[in-house]
């Protein structure tokens, strides 16, 4: 069994929260499509800070623009196969997750901001170089609000940020699936409409860097 970690915080004007759980899945193959949606793929290529991302961060923004492009069609080629192969996941959230993707229809995808990737690759990094407890706080101290507004960005912020032992579609798909999460408040960031613009940062992760860390940054339209 492999843990998976997933952490949320939100700044939105006025209020602040975090959520925090923890999930534990054999290892085993993930299933993937087959084929890959080139809409998706030109569309995050066409990103100016594109090129600027890892290979991990680079298939994250992936999956979440796949979702956001066609969430029903995200559901069927991607959600449904990973939920036969681990049905521990097949859980009331994988209910609520199918009719939440169906009501909320296509979304505009998400561009790149450059200050939110260069917060979020920096996050990333310390957390990992210094072997921290996964956290929203730098191992300085700073907090993930002075991060934002350090980057340009005063309000409408959110960060993502997981440890995981597999690949990145099951990191991703966890952070819709919010299991034990009442709040949901990954699947609400990923899908929600005002959010447009993020951030995204990984670095290999633990005593023998044979896991992940995830930090994603999002935030409203900035210009």
């Known amino acids: 069994m492999r843990r998976?970690?997933?952490?949320?915080f939100f700044i939105i004007p006025f209020i602040s929260f975090s959520q925090?759980?923890?999930?534990?899945?054999?290892?085993?193959p993930v299933p993937e499509p087959f084929t890959r949606d080139s809409s998706v793929d030109n569309?995050?290529?066409?990103?100016?800070?594109?090129?600027?991302?890892?290979?991990?961060?680079?298939?994250?923004?992936y999956w979440i623009n796949y979702c956001r492009s066609n969430p029903e069609r995200f559901w069927d080629s991607v959600i449904a196969p990973v939920l036969v192969?681990?049905?521990a996941l097949n859980k009331a959230e994988a209910i609520s997750l199918r009719s939440d993707l169906?009501?909320?229809?296509?979304?505009?995808?998400?561009?790149?901001?450059?200050?939110?990737?260069?917060?979020?690759?920096?996050?990333?990094?310390?957390?990992?170089?210094?072997?921290?407890?996964?956290?929203?706080?730098?191992?300085?101290?700073?907090?993930?609000?002075?991060?934002?507004?350090?980057?340009?960005?005063?309000?409408?912020?959110n960060e993502n940020i997981s440890v995981?032992?597999?690949?990145?579609?099951?990191s991703v798909l966890l952070l819709y699936l919010d299991i034990g999460l009442p709040e949901l408040g990954h699947r609400k960031s990923l899908l929600n409409?005002?959010?447009?613009?993020?951030?995204?940062?990984?670095?290999?992760?633990?005593?023998?860097?044979d896991q992940f860390f995830m930090v994603q940054d999002l935030a409203c339209s900035q210009q």
Request: hydrophobic residues 35%.
């Open 4 to 8: 998976f970690l997933i952490f949320c």
């Open 102 to 157: 169906i009501k909320t229809g296509k979304l505009s995808m998400f561009s790149l901001n450059t200050a939110l990737l260069t917060t979020a690759q920096q996050h990333a990094a310390d957390i990992s170089q210094k072997n921290a407890t996964p956290s929203h706080t730098s191992t300085d101290g700073t907090n993930f609000g002075t991060r934002m507004k350090r980057a340009g960005i005063k309000t409408c912020a």
């Open 164 to 170: 995981s032992s597999q690949n990145i579609l099951l």
């Open 85 to 87: 192969a681990f049905p």
């Open 193 to 209: 409409p005002n959010l447009v613009e993020t951030g995204i940062g990984s670095a290999s992760y633990g005593k023998d860097k």
């Open 43 to 61: 569309w995050n290529r066409s990103l100016p800070a594109f090129k600027k991302l890892s290979i991990q961060s680079g298939e994250f923004l």
């Open 20 to 28: 925090f759980s923890t999930i534990e899945l054999e290892v085993k």
